[in-house]
């Protein structure tokens, strides 16, 4: 569309999406035998019709670069205030405040993934996850 364009105004358009200089992100996609991992967890913690699915987004993540190496599950926090009606800013605007309420829960929901992820992927126990990799980060 745009070398097009150009040529309709006498000009002259190239594109370049820098793939030698810069990687493209690619998606990120959480690991489905997780999900139901993380589901427990957030019940257990959160409690039980706390987790909503979410649409996939359009935005990028480099999240991605890690889930190359090991399985992974990425997910968001919810950050609303009671008293807010339900209005949040995005993340990247000059309005947005943190809802500092929610850290303690974010702190123990992560805390609980990791502890969970060790006790039940020892070494010695069958890992579906890795394919029977053990690896260091784990």
């Given at each position: ?8 105004q ?5 594109v ?5 200089e810069k ?7 959480n690991?489905?035998d ?10 257990d ?7 909503h699915d ?11 670069f890690?889930?190359?190496?090991v ?9 609303v ?9 995005t993340?990247?605007?000059q309005?947005?405040q943190?809802?500092?309420d929610?850290l ?5 929901l ?9 006790l ?12 029977g990799?053990h690896?260091?980060?784990?």
């Amino acid at each position: 569309v745009i070398v097009r364009q150009a040529a309709v105004q006498r000009c002259n358009a190239t594109v370049d999406f820098l793939t030698d200089e810069k990687p493209l992100f690619p998606p990120t996609v959480n690991n489905p035998d997780l999900h139901p991992f993380f589901q427990r967890a957030a019940d257990d913690v959160l409690g039980t019709g706390k987790v909503h699915d979410m649409q996939p987004l359009m935005g990028s993540e480099d999240f991605s670069f890690y889930q190359d190496a090991v399985p992974g599950y990425f997910f968001f926090l919810g950050m609303v205030p009671e008293s807010s009606q339900g209005n949040l800013e995005t993340v990247h605007s000059q309005y947005f405040q943190v809802n500092e309420d929610v850290l303690p829960y974010g702190a123990a929901l992560h805390a609980s993934l990791a502890t969970r992820f060790i006790l039940e992927h020892q070494k010695g126990k069958s890992d579906s996850l890795t394919g029977g990799r053990h690896r260091d980060e784990l």
